[in-house]
C-alpha cells in the first residue's frame, strides 16, 4: 500500500540552468518553470494530495537584477488570472505565505481576488511562497507576540503566528535541481519533513517525478523520536 503525504512542499529550482542548457534566456527558464506548476497541481489533485505548497519567491530572491524580479512578478499575476478557472473547477484553494505587504500593488490585488474566489474550495489547497523566508516568518510571529500577553501554551501561540498557522506540517520537502539544501524555506514547520532531492530541473519535472517522491516517501520510515 502507498502512504501518500498530506502536504507536499517543494523548493522549484533549476530555471535558469534549464534555459542556460538550451542557450535561452533565463526568463525562458521561467516561464517553462510555470508550466511545471501547472502540471504539478495537475497530477497532486489526480493523486488527491490536500495540500502543495511552492517556494516561488525567497526573500533573498530580491538580489537578482530588477528585471528578473519584474518578470517574475509579472509571470505570477498571468499565472494567477490564467488559473482562476481551473481553480474554481477542481476544487482547488489558493493561499498564500510570506511577507505579501512588499509585493507590487497589483500582484496583491490579483493574489487577493484570487484568495476570496476559492476560499471555500476543499480538495487541494494550493500555497505560493511569496517573498518567504523562514527568518523573516519567525521575526513575523515574534512581532506579533511581543505585545501579547504570554501565552500558557507558547509552543502553539508560536505555531498560531506563523503564516502557515492553517496547514498540517509538510510530510516531504521535495527539491529540484540537485541543490541539497534548504534556502530559508520552511525551517520551522519542516522538523521533521522527510527529504527529497532530484537532479531533475524544475522546468521538466512533472508527475513521474511527483509520482517517484511519493514511492520514496512511503518506503520511508517516519519515526518522530520513537522507535
Ligand atoms: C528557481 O529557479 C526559480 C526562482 C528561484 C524564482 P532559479 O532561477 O533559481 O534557477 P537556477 O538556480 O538559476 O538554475
Ligand atoms: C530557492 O531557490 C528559492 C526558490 C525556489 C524560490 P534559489 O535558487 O533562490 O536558492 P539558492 O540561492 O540556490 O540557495
Ligand atoms: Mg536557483
Known amino acids: 500500500m502507498i502512504n501518500t503525504p498530506r502536504h507536499i512542499a517543494i523548493i522549484m529550482d533549476g530555471n ?17 518553470g510555470a508550466e511545471a506548476v501547472r502540471r504539478t497541481v495537475e497530477a497532486c489533485r489526480e493523486l488527491g494530495i490536500g495540500y502543495l505548497t511552492l517556494f516561488a519567491f525567497s526573500t533573498e530572491n530580491w538580489k537578482r537584477s530588477k528585471s528578473e524580479v519584474k518578470f517574475l512578478f509579472s509571470l505570477l499575476g498571468r499565472f494567477l488570472v ?3 478557472k481551473n481553480m474554481l473547477k477542481n476544487g482547488i484553494k489558493f493561499s498564500v505565505i510570506g511577507d505579501v505587504s512588499a509585493l507590487p500593488e497589483g500582484l496583491v490585488k490579483k493574489i487577493n481576488a484570487i484568495k ?11 500555497t505560493l511562497a511569496l517573498n518567504y523566508g523562514s527568518r523573516n516568518e519567525i521575526a513575523r510571529a515574534v512581532k506579533k507576540l511581543l505585545s501579547a500577553k504570554p501565552p500558557d501554551n507558547i509552543e502553539k501561540a508560536f505555531a498560531d503566528a506563523l503564516d502557515t498557522k492553517d496547514m498540517p506540517d509538510p510530510d516531504i520537502i521535495i527539491r ?14 519542516g522538523a521533521y519533513s522527510e527529504l527529497y532531492f532530484t ?21 520511508r520510515d517516519r519515526r518522530f523520536g520513537g522507535y
Open 16 to 32: 535558469g540552468r534549464w534555459a542556460k542548457e538550451k542557450h535561452l534566456p533565463r526568463m525562458k527558464g521561467h516561464a517553462a
Open 82 to 84: 490564467g488559473e482562476k
Open 116 to 126: 476570496t474566489v476559492t476560499r471555500n474550495m476543499d480538495k487541494l489547497t494550493l
Open 176 to 189: 529540484s535541481s540537485g541543490e541539497m539544501r534548504l534556502s530559508n524555506f520552511l525551517l520551522y514547520q
Open 199 to 219: 537532479d531533475t530541473l524544475w522546468p521538466d519535472f512533472g508527475k513521474k517525478d511527483l509520482v517517484k517522491a511519493i514511492k520514496v516517501y512511503s518506503d
